[in-house]
């Protein structure tokens, strides 16, 4: 069982998108992530996401976007990690493989991921304080 994230949407998260409770703690990340499926909206484009982390630190992802020309639906595999209480991620192929690490808030059952400090090996989308995922979590791998 692992960590599983599914998401669909328009633009960036707002200001009013913010995370309105505090970050939770390792425990709790690791207890509401790892096993589950995360169903919302990610990235800048606010795509598809179904994101599978198993607690051996593997991760399978299902990316989709429906553009107004074109639909992007990509897999991909990268892996997972704890860094104190922030969830880490690193693609193989989308991003170029790069290194993303969240804050993981939970507000009354919405969920949002939002990136920590942004280095030279974050993804293109990082911005510090940026809410990165907003959704809710489903039991179990949902990934298909």
């Known amino acids: 069982m692992g960590l599983a994230v599914t998401c669909a949407g328009p633009a960036l998260a707002g200001p009013d998108d ?48 429906k553009g107004a020309i074109e639909n992007d639906d990509r897999r991909e595999t990268g ?4 860094d104190g209480a ?13 290194s993303d690490c969240f804050a993981v808030h939970d507000d009354a059952g919405t969920v949002r991921l939002v990136y920590t400090a942004c280095t030279a090996v974050s993804s293109n989308n990082c911005k510090t304080g940026r809410v990165g995922f907003e959704g809710k979590i489903v039991t179990g791998d949902a990934v298909k």
Do not use: M, R
């Open 86 to 98: 922030k969830i880490c991620i690193k693609t193989v192929n989308i991003d170029f493989g790069s």
């Open 18 to 65: 913010q995370p309105k409770s505090p970050a939770l703690d390792a425990a709790a990340v690791k207890a509401k992530l790892v096993g589950n499926t995360l169903v919302g909206n990610f990235g800048v484009y606010w795509s598809v996401l179904e994101a599978h982390a198993d607690p051996g630190g593997a991760l399978k992802l299902h990316i989709f976007t």
């Open 79 to 82: 892996k997972w990690w704890l």
